[in-house]
């Protein structure tokens, strides 16, 4: 239940700012608002989930099977990883993986 609501969260929750009144010290009696925190939350504007049930539906391997967008593709050069973004150290990550693949 933790996978499926956090993957929700970014597509459907709102992040709630928490605001905190303080005075403020260089002028007596002057008052001003602060954030005090951020929250993630799911929004009110969805209805709520009254009942969870398994549902006589397909699978989506059975989909998968027939579907005309479901094309493999070949990958024949290595794919350049999220955390390679140091040019030099990502170039020397896809000659060694280059010659690991081969």
């Known amino acids: 239940m933790r996978e499926v ?3 929700l969260l970014q597509p459907r929750g ?3 700012l928490q605001w905190e009144r303080r005075m403020c010290p260089s002028a007596p009696g002057a008052v001003s608002w602060q954030i005090k ?3 993630w939350r799911f929004s009110t504007a969805f209805s709520p989930v009254l009942s969870w049930h398994f549902a006589d539906v397909p699978s989506m391997s059975q989909h998968l099977a ?3 967008f479901n094309v493999v593709e070949q990958q024949t050069e290595p794919v350049p990883l999220p955390a390679m973004s140091n040019a030099q150290d990502g170039q020397a990550l896809r000659c060694a ?3 690991i693949n081969t």
């Open 5 to 7: 609501c956090s993957s």
């Open 14 to 16: 709102i992040v709630e």
């Open 37 to 39: 925190n951020k929250v």
């Open 66 to 68: 027939k579907c005309d």
């Open 97 to 99: 993986l280059r010659h």
